[in-house]
């Protein structure tokens, strides 16, 4: 017996510094609350004290080892309650409790929600990340302290968490190539929520769409958390699929959030992530080239740009469009315009056909070189 309690021992040392178990941060939004501790399974149901921070949000860090753990939060001492941000439930000794799944590299897994929800445990570690096909997965994700840097740098120093979003295509296999769009919105708004206007075009055209928001952002404030937020996306996500860092992106969206897709292009280029695209519907100014002479990121000028114009817009006028097309080629942009019968609206068949056309240029530009998985992906696209 006591051999075995030995074996088990070392076993279980060696676990642990083998880094089988990871710390997960809960959060639990309470800004009135006298006191809140975490109440888990992994604790043995023993009270875990949380810190309130500036913003309301009670926060505490537990080590975990892989497994599926139940918890509540107890307010003010006596109140037991459901993580109202994790829809994600488990049944313990006849009582229901949110859970959390680790995986057996100690990430937590989480669940496919709707945009609106969140995640209430935070994942530091995207190595089990696992989206289900067309399905809108979200999850919460800390900055690190070099994106917290940026985003205080940029006037939003209370920013330490992003909200990201994702939707694989059918047949998705992080092992390959696969193209990205990233989504912006104007500024001020939810590039979450712009998401859901472009994700279905996207899908059928075998590309992953992502966007990020802000957690800690202030409402209606403009700047400080565009690039922190999408940068913490990239850094979870290249921990999960370490080949992410090649594959092709294009950014865009609509209006302003065209615009903003401009600027995180540039910043994006600037970390060498491999830019093949911007997408830009109603679009009445030409923030590439802002973007471009203000840092020059490398191979920036290589990138395609799709402009979708509304016949009947208002706001972005045909005329308006036209001299952006022709700034975006004087700055040495490759620029297509195409018009469409609405006004200031998406037009979904723009989204599939600029996807394809960014396809077509990123494969015609590329210097001879031995067939990616991505080589693959345009050939699949583009035969009969």
């Keep these: 017996m006591f051999l075995r309690r030995a074996l088990f021992l070392s076993i279980a040392i060696f676990l642990a510094r083998a880094g ?33 921070g500036t913003d309301g949000v009670w926060t505490t860090s537990v080590s975990l080892s892989p497994g599926s753990y139940g918890y509540k939060f107890l307010v003010n001492g006596s109140d037991w309650v459901l993580d109202p941000k994790n829809s994600n439930r488990k049944n313990v000794n006849g009582v229901e409790n949110s859970a959390i799944d680790v995986a057996d590299d100690s990430a937590i897994t989480a669940r496919s929600t709707s945009p609106s929800s969140g995640a209430g445990v935070v994942a530091t570690n995207g190595s089990s990340l696992s989206p289900s096909p067309n399905e809108v997965f979200t999850v919460e994700i800390p900055l690190s302290t070099k994106r917290r840097a940026e985003a205080a740098k940029d006037g939003n120093a209370k920013l330490a968490h992003a909200k990201l979003a994702l939707v694989v295509p059918s047949g998705f296999d992080p092992q390959k190539s696969w193209p990205i769009l990233v989504i912006c919105n104007t500024e001020a708004y939810s590039n979450i929520d712009s998401l859901q206007q472009f994700k279905d075009a996207a899908s059928a055209e075998g590309w992953v769409t992502m966007a990020a928001d802000g957690v800690e952002t202030e409402p209606k404030k403009e700047g400080g958390d565009r690039w922190p937020t999408i940068a913490a996306a990239f850094d979870y996500l290249t921990n999960a699929w370490p080949g992410i860092k090649d594959w092709p992106v294009a950014c865009g969206g609509m209006s302003g959030g065209g615009k903003n897709g401009a600027f995180l292009a540039a910043d994006l280029a600037r970390e060498h992530h491999r830019i093949i695209g911007m997408l830009m519907m109603g679009c009445n100014q030409d923030m590439a080239t802002v973007a471009y002479r203000k840092s020059a990121p490398p191979n920036f000028l290589s990138a395609a740009v799709f402009l979708s114009s509304g016949k009947n817009d208002k706001i972005a006028t045909p005329e308006s469009h036209v001299y952006v097309m022709n700034s975006l080629k004087a700055t040495g942009f490759k620029v297509r315009l195409e ?46």
């Design 339 to 384: 018009s469409h019968d609405g006004a200031h609206d998406i037009y979904p068949p723009h989204i599939g056909e600029a996807l394809r056309w960014f396809i077509a240029q990123s494969s015609a530009g590329a210097p001879a070189k031995r067939e990616t998985d991505f080589d693959k992906f345009f050939k699949k696209k583009t035969s009969p």
């Design 20 to 52: 089988f178990a990871a710390e997960q941060e809960f959060r639990f939004e309470k800004p009135d609350a006298q006191s809140v501790s975490l109440m888990c399974e992994c604790k043995n149901w023993q009270p875990q004290p949380m810190t309130k």
